[in-house]
């Protein structure tokens, strides 16, 4: 055995002068001959195929974990971390050591450039180039390394540029052994391998893309603060220690912590913060709460009027406080001032005075901490009313990051403009996943699209915004999902690319679940969070979906169920370690979502049949009342049954019978409706796109009145429509069916019912008269009554090809364009399953500038056709996005055929401000859609193309709908229409 020769520590400078002259040429080959190499994949292995796999774990021989005492505590706490999830994966333990003395055989070096012995002998000996990565922020590489030592044949190698760098690689590394972020908040279980390797080769980190990734754990009661309280006595260290290490496994480094009164992060538990610098994470307070004060200590410290023109000494002494307070811990102290309790300053507060308290600010910071206030990193939120100071020409200190947000609904608000993004302080982004307000909050389940996520980001990103990443998750769960994409996005940006969207579903599944049904969660995880977003659980409402057209309501219910009859396939087929995790991630948030939207789907069908007298009103209120209880009972097996009461209280947050922005105090059902029904069966029907009924419904004797005749059938949309009977009395009604033409088609022709029975009416178009308008009759017979119903047929159609006209609409989904014109380098991308129906098209590179609109702009086109002449109007549903550019709003441009293009204005009319709840913005956040419109006219029936013009960036298209006179009200629009190819 022998001891390694242990060199002195020196400066990163002196160290490595003389190696980075000899390395730079080395260095400047391998990354020209070798990229591959350089960023090359982590292999891992429970096989040694051959001699080119490192062993991490191979009893008896298990390898140790070697780091140097002196570097940071941060540092020895990753090596622990790596240690015990090797011992998960394995059974064994390797052991930490700390002496370089009696190394033998294979071993993991862990440390820091310049604070580890270890790393920095390797360096001078040459066997370690860290030109990459040196000098850089959160770095790392990950490399096998031949003959490090004396007696060492081999070692695998986790060097960090900073101490967060060192803490990252080791947690990559425990990421792809197998261990998941979601470890322990999730329960994802580590499968079991006895022997461990990993292939041979140098990565070295990309990113990251962002400097600080962090999240807010707000608006936290009821759900997150009983459950701390309950598991951890409260939000102390015992809990933050499980955020930290939650935070770290997500390449994180940055926290706003539960402020919701009455909690103070640093004031209930002086261990929280002193924790987060041993952790390496980087406490900040909100974008209300200014210099590491959180809201709830103003109260305690008694300070008075929270006003700065009235009661500036006590203001001054309580920040002071904040700051003496946060010592040397790695922080990022908040500046300015908002009013008390998150609300806006006074209409009369002045830039002027802002930028007093700001300037108030950094001479306290200045005083407090003997350095000048540059030496302290600072962040000044523009949120809500503080934009108007922002707009207004404020401006701060170049080394203060100025952070913008979102509109609390996922939509950004504002992005720098080229002039403003050289400031130095660079510039942040909150973002929210979670919000308490206007509209109505949303809190309880997971509605938020990952696609919009990166679509927005990816603006955020390209605008220079890559200081601080920061989202608003609640309570932690049940946001796991989102949470993960967007540190990972923060973290290496350019990596997920709108093609790279589905299968970040199936990698996050995979690294969960496995590979064996990673694809089939993938969709339903895309699947389930795009349905949450149309509408969230808090604001639906039993007419949210039509009941009526399109078989709107009961193809939602569809989805959701078709959703959960997978999710629970795949729960019962999975090995029993994997339930407790699929359940948390998966079943329980679908399975969920799909009960509430039925439960408003029967309300509305309740109040519905009510009006129309159906005998099974009554049955869809007991429906309702059933469904409401088994709300309760999903939360308490949540609660109680879930991983022995672990995460009791995690979904306590009320979130049915919302009567205004803020929550109910308790879940309250939907009201529901019970009706006195006949003695007797009774007949009734409706039709599927029937004539208009007269009187309502009912004669002036009150005798039921029906829909006489179908909307028209044609042979190019071959429909099918149905007669819904239904019974409006007690016990069984009879009915008959009688089609008086041979082309008319029935389901059935006659059958017995207790209250709702669907019938389909098709057309044999081989019979079928070959004349311009033919109509048939139907004769319906139940319960003494007969009543005649018209089918008529249109057979003068023109030449078809493209999406075909339906009922006296076209509807199209923007991704299935017939052609697409391209201006390189701008261009046109799909962004796979955003939106509320489909999928989007937007232009890229999203900084490209406005375009100036030419015969040569880039556009994409629509061939459709429709049967009649006239006006139509184009409904162009866009994602709610706002003019974040502040150039008098986002545009683009629309025609049909070579008419002149019409230049659209997608913010037209936004004049009042988001933050002051206008109605324009309340109405697109809720429904999670902007339509804007547009009057064409059709010089003669037959085939057509939509064209539609790029002029800003920024602009989502989701879907298209051409009313010729027959649209209908629904949430989403009609279904897409019937695509017929181009004859030959």
Known sequence: MYSIFIISRLTKKHLFKKYNNKMRLLTILLLLLLPQFVHSQIVISNEKENEDYFSIANDPFSTKILFDTLDNVLVQKSVQFLASDIEKVTDQKPKIISSGEYLDNNLIIVGTIGNSHFIDQLITSEKLDVNPIINNWENFIIQTIENPFPSVDRALVIAGSDRRGTAFGVFTLSEKIGVSPWYWWADVPVEKSEQLFIKNGRHVSRGPS?????????????????????????????????VYELLLRNKANFLWPAMWLPTAFADDDPENARLADEYGIVISTSHHEPMMRAHHEWQRFGGGEWNYETNKEQLQEFWRGGIERMGDYESVVTMGMRGDGDEGMSEETAVDLLQTIIEDQRNIITDVTGKPAHETPQVWAIYKEVQDYYDKGMRVEDDITILFSDDNWGNIRYLPKKDDQSHPGGFGMYYHFDYVGAPVSYRWNNVTQLERVWEQMKHTYEAGVKELWIANVG????????????LDLAWETEAIQAEDLPNYYVNWAKQQFGDEYAKEIAEILALYTKYNARRTPEMLEPSTYSLVNYREADRILDEYRNLLERSNTIYSKLPESYKSAFYQLVLSPVEMSSNIN?????????????????????????????????????TRQFHEDLEDGKWNHMMSQTHIGYTSWNHPRTNVMPAISYIHTASLPQLGFSLEYGSDVEWGGFSVESDPLFSKSFSEFDPLNQQTYYIDIFNMGEGNLNYSLEAKQDWIKLSREEGSLQYDEKVFVSIDWEKVPNQENVAGEIIIKGAGKEYEIQVPVRNNLPTASGFIENNGYVSIEAANYTAKIDALPIHWTKVPNLGRTHSSMIIEPVNAPRHELSTESPRLEYEFTVFDDGEITIHTFLSPTQDFKKQGGLKFAISIDDEEPQIVNMNEGEIKPD???????????ADHIKVSTSKHKIKQPGKHTLKIWMIDTGVVFQKFVIDAGGMKPSYLGPPESNFVKPAL
């Open 915 to 925: 933050h002051k709840y206008a109605d324009w913005w309340t109405k697109s956040v």
């Open 210 to 242: 962002v400097k600080y990734r962090g999240i807010f754990l707000n608006d936290e009661a009821p759900a997150l603060r009983n459950w701390a309280k309950e598991k951890f006595g409260g939000f102390n260290h015992k809990f933050y220690e499980n």
């Open 598 to 634: 039925e439960m408003y789907i029967a309300t509305g069908k309740n109040r519905l049949y009510a009006q129309q007298g159906r005998a099974s009103a009554n049955k869809y209120a007991e429906r309702v009342k059933e469904l409401f209880a088994y709300d309760a009972e999903l």
């Open 475 to 486: 309570d932690i769960k049940p946001m796991e999902l989102p949470i993960s994409f967007f």
